[in-house]
């Protein structure tokens, strides 16, 4: 039937048209209006500033969404050339293809959290999707990044440099195992987006944390905080903001969430919030982040300088317990079969929940081959302790470890001798409390093998004696083969990364939300219509 051929030739050109896809336009978006009457010239509270931003913020969009438009849409809106045709990649500093976006093959560009959500931004908040910092990124060097603090390298350790950070990045970035130095044009951006951050989250919102952005992100309560401040500040003065980021501020606020950046309509704000007096360290010396130079308390001043951040609250916000208990303040997150030779370094990560005043309380047994529980044989040397959201590594050796990792680990022991079908328990006062893998199964065949790769525990899950595979992230064996060092590695091990206060996702294993496969998820409905379509008219004689 001749004359059904072009309805449907029309189709498949709606379908494969790039959209432009908005959310409903907001109003008092521009500057002016939307600081009317709430103290634009400076002169407003920080709380002041923080409650604008809040209120103003109207809307949620979903992560992912295959009905209505989702972060895929705004961030092809926000951070594209005018055709829409190519998109700007935060880190590699240039354009690629809008589309297709990446469909969990890791071949395309993805979405980046400049304040990742393993540093207290939710994967159920109105952080997670926030557009004031998230930025497409070439999907590799958004790994390479991983949950690093922004920082030039050499200034929180003395690791070696790998520039570019990743192949695929900009020339000008570099990373090492801690830190992670953006392209020089995007820092100050970057920065704004920190600063905003901070700003906008006190925690007081469902499925939120106060954010706090700092020199000592260590020191945060919840792991919620970022780095590192002095450097971010100075990132913003050496890179101001340029008439395309006055442009995404925008379109951000009038196309998707209705509220604004502040930061980027009067960088002198940023002066008034954050003003820090810190150098930036040398030769790998850190931050001094002992009692008294910690710049990330959280109380409430007369005052907002340099030292302090308010809550919401209206009071001082306790860190621990005063008498935290003893049981169950000590977890696994992790477990490592490097590629080195002799399949070093060997390694099992440990994380203090709270203060633990008598580690000789704990001990490890590492399970071989699946032949059950040898028992405690590496116990913690008496009179030894841990201060609460510390790690604590425990290795087969020294050298392989401190070649790999760039610093040594904090207890050698030869028991580490693991291969990645061994499993690992955790003991308190001779009884197991927490386990990796399972102690009467040769692992060899199972999810859990780490054999020249690694198991991470996933955010917020809990210590257990009977190993469950949905709370932890697998490497998948081999996945460390061509890494000399783990900052060398595209799947690194995320070391010294987890976080309690997420809960844990039972449908996703890494920071990445699920997508269709092959097919983008807003495409599925109309590729069906087709379908459905052609067979209608093929069944009555049609085509």
Same mark, same amino acid.
């Given at each position: 039937?001749?004359?059904i ?21 907001y ?14 010239d ?30 895929? @849409? ?58 004031h ?12 990044r ?39 044009d ?77 930061f980027? @309509? ?25 009692a ?8 409430i ?45 060997k ?8 203060d ?41 050796e ?13 207890? !050698?022991?030869?028991?580490a ?16 409390i ?55 590695? !595209? ?10 206060s ?41 085509y």
């Open positions: 039937m001749p004359g051929r072009p309805p449907f030739v029309i189709l498949l050109v709606a379908l494969n048209a790039t959209e432009r896809v908005t959310s409903q336009p109003e008092n978006c521009d500057v002016s209006t939307y600081y009317d009457g709430h103290g634009h400076l002169s407003n509270t920080r709380d002041e500033m923080h409650s604008l931003i809040k209120s103003t913020h109207r809307n949620e969009l979903p992560y992912t969404s295959s009905s209505k438009p989702d972060v895929w @849409d705004a961030l092809i809106d926000v951070d594209s050339d005018p055709s829409g045709q190519s998109i700007h990649l935060i880190y590699g500093n240039k354009y690629i293809s809008s589309t297709p976006h990446d469909d969990g093959s890791c071949t395309s560009w993805n979405r980046e959290h400049l304040w990742p959500r393993s540093r207290g931004v939710s994967e159920s908040g109105k952080d997670n999707t926030d557009l910092h998230l930025r497409p990124a070439d999907c590799n060097v958004n790994s390479a991983s949950n690093r603090y922004f920082s030039a390298c050499g200034v929180v350790s003395k690791q070696d440099c790998i520039v570019p950070a990743h192949a695929e990045a900009a020339n000008d970035t570099e990373r090492d195992s801690y830190t992670f130095l953006p392209p020089a995007k820092r100050g951006d970057i920065a704004r987006s920190i600063f905003y951050m901070d700003l906008r989250y006190d925690g007081s919102e469902v499925n939120t944390l106060d954010l706090v952005v700092s020199d000592c992100p260590e020191t945060v309560p919840n792991d919620a905080g970022m780095g590192y401040l002095s450097q971010l500040i100075q990132w913003h003065n050496d890179d101001p903001v340029d008439a395309k980021e006055l442009e995404r501020n925008e379109k951000v606020c009038t196309n998707w969430q209705g509220n604004r950046n502040p980027v @309509d009067f960088p002198n704000l940023v002066s008034v919030y954050f003003e820090s007096s810190r150098g930036v360290p040398q030769n790998g010396a850190g931050y001094d982040c002992s008294g130079n910690d710049n990330s308390v959280n109380e001043p007369d005052v907002v300088d340099n030292t302090t951040k308010p809550s919401s609250s209206g009071t001082n916000i306790p860190t621990v317990a005063t008498n935290p208990p003893t049981v169950g303040g000590l977890i696994i997150t992790g477990v490592i079969d490097g590629p080195l030779s002799g399949g070093l370094p390694a099992i990560e440990l994380f203090a929940i709270h633990i005043q008598d580690l000789s309380l704990y001990g490890v047994g590492f399970a071989n081959n699946g032949n059950g529980s040898p028992g405690v044989e590496f116990s913690f040397p008496a009179e030894s302790s841990a201060t609460a959201r510390s790690y604590i590594t425990i290795a087969y020294d050298l392989q470890y401190s070649k790999f990792f760039g610093v040594s680990p904090d207890y !050698v022991t030869g028991y001798s693991i291969n990645g079908n061994d499993a690992i328990e955790l003991f308190f006062n001779g009884k197991v927490d386990v990796y893998g399972d102690v009467n199964v040769d692992g060899t065949s199972t999810i859990w093998n780490y054999a020249d790769g690694w198991g991470y525990r996933k955010h917020g899950s809990k210590a257990s004696a009977i190993f469950d595979n949905e709370d932890w992230i697998f490497s998948g064996t081999d996945a460390l083969d061509s890494c000399t060092t783990n900052v060398d590695c !595209v799947k690194n091990f995320p070391s010294k990364s987890y976080n309690t997420i809960p844990v996702s039972s449908t996703s294993t890494t920071n990445s939300a699920p997508h269709c496969f092959i097919f983008s998820c807003r495409y599925v409905v109309s590729l069906l219509l087709v379908l459905v379509t052609f067979y209608h008219f093929h069944a009555r004689g049609g």
